[in-house]
């Protein structure tokens, strides 16, 4: 642009000094005519100097107008960088976030199935543990009712009920009426079933009286409880001390009148109701083991 103006201001220049000439003194026809081509090459020179100069101003005008333009992008382009860089963080989050709780639910689900490895090997343990009970039973039931003679079975009476089997001896054939003393008939049914009871040693003995209700009527027996309660004593002390029985495994208890197994309105139901049951069951503490080893699980 500054040369632009100097070619003006040399035109101009170039003009005064010709009127000057012109004006001022006498010149020859060749330098004027030398001058007016100089005049018309200079107002060539000064067409196309303003001609660029034009142009040059149209040209800064464009750059300014692309110049704001590309302001208004970056402006654009910085404020659409910090939308997607706190969408990016916020993703972050939640992933971060999905992945802490996805490996919070791999270890709950990892927890999850070794309780219940633990509890399939717990209740594998425990079917184990019935099948060996119940083929034991089985085993000690038919070892019995192959000792007892015909008649012997006629008198008593055995179940595997629940896992435990149950020895029911009938009154009339272990005492006299309204005694607690064994007679001699029992004698040889009882060395039969105290040599099943020493065989299985893993197994608790219980010796339980039952009566009818009838009313006992002896100075020396206050009623069907303590009636109850001597018989099955002396069952006991007859498998300790005749046929050997550790007295360890043993217990008496009796029930009276109130664990009837028919009704007592009848000779035939009150003949049932009089008997003893020899219950012979797993020791307690296998089962206190067993609950022991079950498998704890997890509070959600």
Not at 117 to 127: F, G
Not at 199 to 223: A, F, H, M, Q, W
Request: aromatic share 4%.
């Amino acid at each position: 642009m500054k040369k632009s103006l100097t070619f003006l201001v040399s035109a101009t220049a170039v003009k005064v000094l010709i009127a000057a000439v012109v004006f001022s003194s006498c010149v020859t026809k060749k330098q004027y005519q030398n001058l007016q081509s100089d005049y018309a090459t200079l107002q060539t020179e000064l067409g196309a100097l303003q001609s660029k100069h034009s142009e040059t101003l149209q040209e800064l005008a464009g750059s300014k107008s692309k110049a704001v333009g590309l302001e208004k992008a970056l402006e654009e382009a910085r404020k659409r960088h910090a939308e997607l860089k706190e969408m990016y963080d916020k993703l972050n989050a939640s992933l971060s976030s999905s992945l802490n709780q996805n490996t919070q639910s791999s270890v709950n689900i990892s927890k999850l199935v070794d309780e219940i490895n633990a509890s399939n090997a717990y209740i594998k343990h425990l079917v184990e543990i019935k099948s060996k009970s119940d083929s034991l039973n089985l085993a000690l039931t038919n070892k019995l009712t192959r000792s007892l003679t015909r008649d012997e079975m006629s008198e008593v009476d055995v179940q595997v009920l629940k896992g435990v089997v149950y020895i029911s001896l009938a009154d009339n054939m272990l005492y006299k009426s309204g005694s607690y003393e064994i007679n001699e008939r029992a004698d040889q049914t009882l060395s039969k079933i105290a040599k099943i009871i020493t065989d299985y040693k893993d197994y608790e003995v219980l010796i339980e009286g039952n009566t009818d209700n009838v009313p006992i009527s002896r100075t020396n027996i206050r009623n069907n409880w303590d009636l109850s309660a001597l018989r099955a004593s002396s069952v006991v002390q007859a498998l300790q001390n005749k046929y050997g029985v550790d007295p360890k495994r043993l217990s008496a208890a009796g029930r009276g009148e109130y664990n009837p197994v028919a009704s007592n309105d009848t000779e035939v139901g009150r003949q049932r109701n009089r008997r003893t049951q020899i219950i012979i069951t797993p020791k307690l503490d296998q089962f206190m083991e067993l609950i022991d080893e079950a498998p704890a699980t997890s509070q959600q």
